[in-house]
């Protein structure tokens, strides 16, 4: 079966960094997109990585390794309206997109 | 821009009842979707339409319906509620087609049902 595998929670401190850590058994892939979520809010897209390599945007960046399955969330600087869910999502072979439970990131003063 | 736009943003439902959850955007998307968000879950595909007149079962599609008439509008029919689909409902809709490199889901700020 498919598969997207992320952290439930992580908690991270104002100013810092974090990693949020995705892993992926699907079949075939097509890309893989990260979005943020506030709680009760919709989601809403952050970055798309296809290629191997870092995508950098702001504070955020994405890195990808497909021979490894495996992606990772990278957010500078926390912010305390960082708190969110992050979303990771995959596109399989049929252009499907698979998703993840969700990372809940909890930010301290 | 108003972008996606969804209604209601909460129902409560009785087992048995009938609803309709409305979708429209504007922004000439030719992709609309259905998706529902459980608590620990990941978001499940319910439908998704490529264009007017055009609509397809995602992975979940057993208790409802659809209907795509228009490029903007996309609603989604619940007939005969149960509780297993108290859940939260989003809709998004993607614009796909040559020059595009990826599609960017925009959601609609979704809608919180619950069934008893």
């Known amino acids: 079966g498919q598969n997207i595998d992320q952290p439930t929670e992580m908690t991270a401190t104002e100013g810092a960094i974090v990693q949020i850590n995705c892993t992926y058994q699907t079949s075939g892939f097509n890309g893989l997109f990260w979005y943020q979520q506030h709680a009760g809010e919709a989601p809403t897209f952050l970055s798309y990585?296809?290629l191997d390599g870092l995508e950098e945007k702001g504070r955020f960046s994405s890195l990808l390794s497909r021979s490894k399955g495996y992606s990772y969330l990278l957010l500078k600087e926390l912010q305390m309206k960082d708190s969110a869910s992050y979303l990771c999502?995959?596109?399989?072979?049929?252009?499907?997109?698979?998703w993840g439970a969700g990372t809940k990131l909890i930010i301290k003063p | 821009n108003a972008g996606v736009t969804q209604t209601p943003k909460f129902r409560i439902l009785k087992i048995g009842q009938s609803m309709t959850l409305q979708c429209t955007q504007d922004?000439?998307?030719?992709?609309m979707y259905w998706y529902r968000q459980d608590p620990g879950m990941g978001l499940k595909l319910i439908y998704y339409?490529?264009?007017?007149?055009?609509?397809d079962k995602g992975e979940v599609p057993n208790g409802y319906n659809v209907s795509r008439s228009t490029t903007e509008d996309f609603p989604l029919r619940l007939e005969l509620a149960a509780p297993s689909q108290t859940s939260v409902y989003f809709c998004a809709s993607s614009y796909e087609g040559q020059g595009t490199r990826y599609e960017k889901l925009f959601f609609g700020s979704g809608t919180q049902l619950s069934v008893l």
């Open positions: 339409s490529v264009g007017a007149g055009i609509t």
């Open positions: 990585n296809v």
């Open positions: 922004m000439n998307h030719n992709y």
């Open positions: 999502a995959v596109r399989d072979s049929n252009y499907q997109l698979i």
